[in-house]
């Protein structure tokens, strides 16, 4: 004889379920008692009593268990980590060239960064009330990151970076050191000794170098807490100019490797993502964009869909067509 079935809610979905103790309705969904929680009618049942509860129609039953960190649906943080600081968003933004600080922190905004770039000039003391990036950047919720911008000597970057800590206590820091106006390539020699002289004085330096894997593991010998090749030179929007020695850098390190200068739209930056770099900075090309904000939202976008198209795994390239759909048994 067929049991007779009632009508129920569960978790906020109709059924219908045999006649019984709450047990056996966690029995029939497949689950096991042992291992739930079970609200009836807005009142919890105690799981020692849940063989002794009778459902009844009508009833509306809330069922839970417990799950590593949230909702199992959900994929896990991609986070990345640097000098002992973990972010969630892999794309650090500039905060030069805006129309104005408000522009900065819109786009800082719709980029999602965790991180921004800030130069350390003098302070206008002939008008000690003009408005400050502060004032709209609060760097208690986004991370500054002082750079060395216009450095063009070891001992430039250096003094820069010391009253960059007296001001701010900021140790985790952006080095770069020109060779020259005009190309705005890193000088490396200098770059190396001011890595070395950082690290002994207790900061963690992010370095701008070219895109060499050779220089790039000196820096890290020398202890650059991350490596930051140029895809192209600064300002320039050229994109990516060497894919090659950019995904040498990345297999040959050991600390995180971020595409830094020439990126100039959203598929730049999803190469830099799909090369296996661990991040991407960028500037000019969301604040000389005609709509910033909207740019770095897709900067934003760009670098998610590069990061999931490396963990993917690309297909291998191929020479010749190879059919999607099987060619055998055709009418």
């Given at each position: 004889?067929?049991?007779?079935?009632?009508?129920?809610?569960?978790?906020?979905e109709?059924?219908?379920?045999?006649?019984?103790?709450?047990?056996?309705l966690?029995r029939?969904?497949g689950?096991?008692?042992?291992?739930?929680?079970v609200?009836?009618?807005?009142a919890i049942?105690?799981?020692?009593?849940?063989?002794?509860?009778?459902?009844a129609?009508g009833?509306?039953?809330?069922?839970v268990?417990?799950?590593?960190?949230?909702?199992?649906?959900?994929?896990p943080?991609d986070?990345w980590t640097?000098?002992?600081?973990?972010?969630?968003?892999?794309?650090?933004v500039?905060?030069?060239k805006?129309?104005?600080?408000?522009?900065?922190a819109?786009?800082?905004?719709?980029s999602?960064?965790?991180?921004?770039?800030v130069?350390?000039?003098?302070?206008?003391v002939?008008?000690?009330?003009?408005?400050?990036?502060?004032?709209?950047?609060?760097?208690?919720?986004v991370?500054?990151?002082?750079?060395t911008?216009g450095?063009f000597t070891a001992?430039?970057?250096?003094r820069t970076?010391?009253?960059?800590?007296?001001?701010?206590g900021?140790?985790l820091?952006?080095?770069?050191?020109l060779?020259e106006a005009?190309?705005l390539?890193?000088?490396?020699?200098?770059?190396?000794?001011?890595?070395?002289?950082?690290?002994?004085?207790g900061?963690a330096?992010m370095?701008?170098c070219v895109?060499d894997?050779i220089?790039?593991?000196?820096?890290?010998?020398?202890?650059?807490v991350?490596?930051?090749?140029?895809?192209?030179?600064?300002?320039?929007?050229l994109?990516?100019?060497n894919?090659?020695?950019?995904?040498?850098?990345?297999?040959g390190?050991s600390v995180?490797?971020?595409?830094d200068?020439?990126v100039g739209?959203?598929?730049?930056?999803?190469v830099?993502?799909?090369?296996?770099?661990?991040?991407?900075?960028?500037?000019?090309?969301?604040a000389?964009?005609?709509?910033?904000?909207?740019?770095?939202?897709?900067?934003k976008?760009a670098?998610?869909?590069?990061?999931h198209?490396y963990?993917?795994?690309?297909?291998?390239t191929?020479?010749?067509?190879?059919?999607s759909s099987?060619l055998a048994?055709l009418?």
């Open positions: 004889m067929t049991a007779s079935l009632i009508a129920l809610t569960v978790n906020g109709p059924r219908r379920a045999p006649a019984g103790t709450v047990a056996d966690v029939h969904l689950l096991d008692p042992a291992k739930v929680a609200e009836r009618n807005g049942a105690p799981r020692s009593a849940l063989a002794a509860v009778a459902i129609e009833d509306v039953l809330e069922i268990h417990f799950v590593g960190g949230g909702d199992a649906a959900e994929a943080a986070t640097v000098a002992g600081r973990t972010f969630r968003s892999r794309l650090i500039g905060t030069g805006y129309a104005d600080f408000a522009q900065n819109a786009a800082v905004e719709a999602g960064a965790d991180i921004v770039t130069a350390v000039r003098r302070v206008n002939s008008d000690p009330k003009a408005p400050m990036l502060t004032d709209f950047i609060d760097p208690k919720k991370t500054y990151l002082p750079n911008a450095c001992d430039e970057a250096i970076l010391r009253l960059a800590r007296e001001a701010g900021w140790d820091v952006k080095l770069e050191v060779g005009r190309t390539y890193p000088d490396m020699r200098e770059t190396l000794k001011a890595t070395e002289v950082l690290a002994r004085e900061f330096p370095v701008y895109d894997p220089a790039a593991r000196q820096l890290e010998d020398a202890g650059a991350a490596i930051m090749p140029l895809g192209a030179p600064i300002g320039s929007g994109g990516i100019q894919r090659v020695t950019i995904r040498l850098i990345v297999e390190a995180p490797v971020l595409v200068a020439g739209t959203a598929s730049d930056a999803a830099a993502m799909e090369l296996g770099c661990d991040g991407v900075l960028m500037n000019t090309a969301i000389e964009a005609k709509d910033p904000i909207r740019m770095a939202g897709a900067m976008l670098v998610e869909a590069g990061r198209a963990l993917s795994g690309r297909m291998a191929r020479r010749y067509a190879d059919p099987p048994g009418i």
